[in-house]
């Protein structure tokens, strides 16, 4: 990584509202719609004349740049030992760079962090930069960017990147005026409330089951990201840490809650012995997690329709390497290395919170 950004281009972050063509251009994402009559109206209007349109006008494809605080959420829970994960690493990290800029150069479509003054902030954009700087967006560095759908009022609902949102909200210098950017999926404002909902249910666009698997009314659904408005779901985090152990994250919405539904309901992995609190429990309650997934047929419904193959299940465990190797190695690394682990900075970091 260190290389990396001393080759890069570093550019100063000037965030932009409105996407360049080139920028859109590449992005992945639903056919753009044609602008109603609404939005034609309002771009002949003043600046600042159509604020009462929210983000309606916003195209499929465009990078929409918002404060985080706007955003609805689509799911009820969060695991929240991913967020302990992150809030650890920005606070107790022994990173060159704070990976919080990483992160959000990442989730801003602009790769990672290439530098960061002494004092810089999350929000005083001016204080880091990013590897590609805007307007120089590739496929390859919009693909992580966070995604949401318009909905009825304009109303940006996030359908991916509940727990970096979240993180970013919680950290001191970030907070609901937190401004990033955010990929438009399909922008369906012009449907009724009922037929938004339905849409984005059969799209897969909604997660709206609580940590014991029932179903929530979706007006139920948090009105926003931040650790206060969600559950706590213990099998979304398990399936977090998992990753690249036992399955492969890849584009599918809510992927580690269908592998967290399945722990939780099929009875593949015991996990009552699991101490949250205690690295060597984890670890342990992780392995036998990862490993079921991998033993799980491909074509094995996990969840909702989606088969172990769908879900990224690999095909060997920590993908073929040693216990000591591979991902597996890295998480499990203590606090006191160089390079902790994620599951070290997560307890790391629950060990200060109140009681």
């Known amino acids: 990584m260190v290389s990396r950004r001393r080759a890069a281009l570093v550019g100063t972050l000037a965030l932009t509202s409105v996407v360049s063509a080139s920028m859109t251009s590449v992005a992945t994402a639903a056919p753009a719609r044609t602008a109603s009559p609404l939005c034609q109206v309002a771009d002949l209007l003043p600046t600042g004349s159509s604020a009462g349109l929210g983000y309606r006008c916003a195209e499929a494809g465009e990078l929409l740049d918002l404060p985080i605080g706007e955003v609805r959420a689509t799911q009820p829970s969060l695991g929240y030992d ?6 650890g690493r920005y606070t107790l990290g ?65 359908t991916d990147g509940h727990h970096t949102l979240t993180s970013f909200y919680e950290t001191a210098d970030g907070g609901p005026n937190l401004h990033l950017r955010l990929r438009v999926v399909a922008n369906l404002s012009d449907l009724s409330t009922a037929d938004f909902w339905a849409r984005m249910k059969a799209e897969k666009w909604v ?62 992995v015991d996990i009552s012995g699991w101490d949250s ?28 329709g989606r088969t172990a193959a769908e879900l990224g299940a690999l095909n060997a465990w920590n993908d073929g390497k040693a216990a000591g190797k591979g991902e597996f190695g890295k998480l499990s690394a203590p606090y006191s290395d160089d390079k902790p682990g994620k599951l070290a900075y997560a307890l790391q970091y629950k060990m200060g919170l109140p009681r």
């Not at 991913?82 to 809030?87: D, T």
């Not at 590739?138 to 909905?151: E, L, N, Y």
């Not at 998992?242 to 584009?251: M, Q």
């Not at 690295?279 to 033993?295: I, P």
């Open 82 to 87: 991913e967020v302990y994960y992150k809030l």
């Open 94 to 158: 022994k990173d060159e760079i704070n990976k919080k800029f990483d992160d959000w150069c990442e989730a801003n479509g602009q790769e990672e962090a290439a530098s960061a003054l002494p004092d810089a902030r999350l929000d005083n954009p001016s204080s880091f930069t990013c590897t590609v700087p805007v307007g120089q967006e590739t496929p390859d560095t919009i693909a992580p960017m966070k995604t949401v759908v318009i909905g009825p009022g304009g109303v940006p609902y996030l």
């Open 207 to 268: 997660w709206n089951y609580d940590v014991d698997g029932n179903e929530v009314p979706v007006e139920q659904l948090p009105s926003g990201v931040g650790l206060a408005k969600f559950q706590n779901d213990k099998y979304r985090s398990l399936t977090y840490f998992a990753r690249d152990i036992g399955f492969t994250p890849g584009t599918i919405p809510f992927q580690e809650f269908y592998w967290g539904a399945w722990v939780r309901d099929s009875g593949a």
């Open 277 to 304: 609190n205690n690295l060597t429990s984890y670890l342990s309650t992780v392995e036998a997690v990862s490993r079921a997934q991998v033993a799980a047929p491909k074509d094995a419904v996990i969840d909702s």
